[in-house]
């Protein structure tokens, strides 16, 4: 089979991962809905899941995909954790801006 | 059979002790004292039982309940020795202990906690019984601790009165002092013999250690150690001044424990010890001149006091300094002839003295007594005979038990035997100064006390009885000639004591020592009798009276010298120690409380604030892992 990289170089795939890690940074430190947080973080984690593919693939090596698949269960699994807590504080507090969530403060 | 028979010796008074702890209140007054005296009359059987056994059969008996503690080389057993010098105290502690436990169930009636009363006693003559029997230090160690707390309940007994626990308290520390030599004599011999058995240290004594003297100055050290424990127990010089307290107790407990057992269990120690008081001489010195200077200052104590109880405890105390006299000199025979006369005497005393108080209605003052001859004839009559015993008048027991000390005294020192002369005539003086003032001339106290008063009903006065005769004839297991205790004891001393035939030297020493008695008691009779002298008032007494009056005022010597630093000393470590390492140790808390109050700033609460330092943390750790590289 053809390498794919031989079409599309390695370091597109670094540079996309890492905008796509940047927005999911950005998105984290400036949304203050909780849901929108959330999906950040899943941006982020999709970007090192790419990442793991692509430096799989160049080094011809199915341990990375191995490892993506953990994450993408163990990410499944948060967001499950996740948006049911989420529901919960919703319930409690009428809405889902972080800036509300303060009740834990010292 | 032996063995069960010894523990029934043993075991009788606690399970005595026992059921009057659990079931003696329901069982009532009677039942509960019946049950007490039994309990120890079956000892004192066993006593005899085993005393005529040794007779016939001249062979010591050795039982080991248990191994008890086996440490490296040291092996302890729980073993009983019943050989003739533990038979011989078995046989007058229970005896006299049966006697008092009889006079006790009528002169404790009155009192709600008899029960109690008889619980303390029963397990006192337990302790007591176990402290004699011991074959080793060790369980004669726990005893001597026993007797030294059923002494510390009963003296008190009557807990209400802040004065008696007070008394009851000082006792217990007084010998507690004293414990702590002991224990110390304990250790020590314990690691230069390798064992604790009597048998076994006097073999190591006798043969290893007279062959090749190792350690001279440590078992010095030893004996003298032993000998301090022997002081707080026996109340002698420095150690004295608990046991004229301790008559806070009941009457029949001064009788039992402060006069007549518990006080001569350092005696018993020293003479089951003679081996290796014998090694050591300058400790035996010790001895003689500590207990003949207890002799002296107690009885010039007693020539003044004014408690009928209070005279007979400041006689113990000087009869108790008699005898350490004799075994400072080696003569432990003639001291343990003097402990058993003096327990006949000195408990009739004390029981008669309970007597009196139980007539009067509690009244310890003898200003407030007199005339008492003719309404108690039978006290009158066994307390006389017990004074003439105690003042050493010809034939009564003590006569020849003091005689015989005041005699080996002579040949050994000259100044110890004036010293013991003079204990001796003031012995006469303030004993009879007591009778007289009890019981001759007018009565002195209400008259409502007058119209009350009568003879004890009999389980008083048999006791006394009793202990009367063997005051007159105790003498006579061991009159000079035939010497019965001191063959009879031989086997259990290490050195044999060569004794004299009488010879004129010994009717002379005999006469002087009569002639003080009765120069004392005509010293007595001229100014209580004739000149119909009454103690003055306390605040009235002035000068050298007053001093001795007030004790010389050790107490108040202890007092300034030992409690008040020490009460000064616990003072500042509770104003300012504690509250300076309070300050240290609250400080670590506060600290750590400040450290936290800071950190509960960074804890805003804030989502956003939290992502951010979270995703800064990150980055720094990429980048520094970056730089590292």
């Known amino acids: 089979m053809e390498n794919i990289l031989n079409q599309i170089g390695i370091e597109n795939y670094i540079f996309l991962s890492v905008l796509l890690f940047c927005i999911g940074v950005f998105g984290v430190l400036y949304r203050r809905n909780a849901i929108i947080v959330f999906m950040s973080i899943e941006i982020m984690l999709n970007a090192v899941n790419l990442l793991f593919v692509a430096f799989s693939t160049y080094w011809q090596d199915a341990k990375g995909e191995v490892f993506v698949f953990f994450s993408m269960a163990v990410a499944a699994a948060e967001v499950a954790v996740g948006l049911a807590i989420l529901v919960a504080v919703f319930r409690n507090i009428g809405s889902v801006d972080i800036s509300n969530l303060k009740n834990l403060k010292g | ?629």
């Open chain 2, 1 to 629: 059979m032996e063995n069960s028979l010894v523990l029934l010796l043993l075991l009788t008074p606690f399970v005595g002790f026992l059921f009057n702890v659990f079931f003696g209140k329901k069982a009532g007054k009677n039942i509960s004292g019946a049950i007490g005296t039994i309990a120890v009359v079956v000892s004192f059987a066993m006593s005899v039982y085993f005393f005529m056994q040794l007779n016939t059969s001249g062979k010591a008996i050795q039982v080991k309940l248990f191994d008890w503690i086996q440490l490296g080389n040291l092996k302890v057993d729980f073993g009983i020795l019943l050989d003739q010098l533990s038979l011989l105290w078995l046989l007058f502690v229970t005896g006299i202990g049966s006697l008092i436990h009889l006079y006790s169930i009528s002169y404790m009636h009155d009192d709600e906690n008899m029960h109690k009363f008889f619980a303390y006693l029963n397990l006192f003559v337990f302790f007591m019984i176990t402290l004699v029997v011991g074959s080793n230090l060790l369980v004669m160690f726990i005893g001597w601790e026993g007797v030294g707390l059923c002494s510390y309940l009963l003296i008190g007994f009557w807990y209400k009165n802040q004065d008696y626990n007070d008394a009851a308290k000082k006792a217990f520390i007084m010998n507690r002092i004293g414990d702590l030599g002991f224990l110390i004599g304990i250790f020590i011999l314990a690691s230069m013999c390798g064992s604790l058995d009597f048998i076994a240290m006097k073999t190591h004594f006798l043969s290893i250690y007279m062959n090749t003297p190792q350690n001279v100055f440590l078992t010095g050290i030893a004996a003298l150690c032993l000998f301090i424990g022997a002081t707080g127990k026996s109340a002698q010089l420095p150690l004295y001044t608990w046991l004229p307290d301790a008559m806070a107790g009941p009457t029949p407990v001064s009788a039992l424990i402060h006069a007549a057992t518990m006080v001569t269990a350092g005696i018993f120690m020293i003479t089951r010890m003679n081996f290796l008081f014998d090694l050591t001489h300058d400790v035996q010195h010790i001895i003689a001149v500590v207990g003949a200077i207890t002799a002296l200052v107690a009885a010039s104590i007693g020539l003044l006091q004014n408690d009928i109880k209070k005279v007979l405890a400041y006689s113990t105390v000087s009869q108790l300094g008699l005898m350490f006299l004799a075994l400072g000199m080696g003569a432990y025979t003639v001291a343990v002839f003097h402990v058993i006369t003096h327990a006949f005497f000195k408990a009739c005393l004390f029981l008669g003295s309970g007597s009196v108080i139980h007539a009067l209605h509690g009244e310890q003052d003898m200003r407030k007594m007199g005339g008492l001859r003719k309404v108690m004839p039978i006290t009158f009559a066994t307390m006389l005979i017990s004074t003439l015993a105690i003042a050493g008048i010809f034939p009564f027991a003590g006569f020849w038990s003091k005689d015989e000390i005041l005699m080996v005294a002579f040949e050994h020192n000259k100044v110890l035997w004036i010293v013991g002369s003079i204990a001796s005539i003031m012995t006469a003086f303030y004993m009879f100064r007591l009778m007289y003032l009890t019981f001759f001339r007018e009565f002195r106290g209400t008259e409502e006390q007058k119209h009350h008063l009568h003879e004890s009903p009999s389980l008083i006065t048999l006791p006394l009885i009793i202990l009367a005769a063997l005051a007159t004839v105790g003498g006579l297991i061991n009159l000079p000639g035939s010497n019965w205790l001191n063959h009879f004891l031989e086997p259990i001393l290490a050195t044999k004591h060569e004794h004299h035939a009488l010879g004129s030297q010994e009717y002379m020493l005999m006469a002087i020592a009569l002639t003080g008695a009765i120069i004392g008691i005509v010293w007595a009779y001229s100014k209580y009798i004739k000149q119909g002298f009454v103690p003055k008032e306390d605040s009235e007494i002035s000068g050298f009276s007053k001093t001795i009056y007030n004790k010389y005022y050790v107490d108040e010597f202890y007092t300034s010298l030992i409690v008040k630093p020490l009460n000064g000393l616990s003072n500042f470590f509770r104003t300012t120690l504690e509250p300076a390492l309070g300050k240290v140790v609250y400080g670590f808390g506060t600290v750590a409380n400040g450290i936290g109050n800071q950190g509960k700033k960074l804890q805003t609460g804030s989502i956003g604030l939290y992502l951010f330092a979270f995703v800064i943390g990150l980055l720094a750790i990429v980048s520094y892992l970056f730089l590292a590289q």
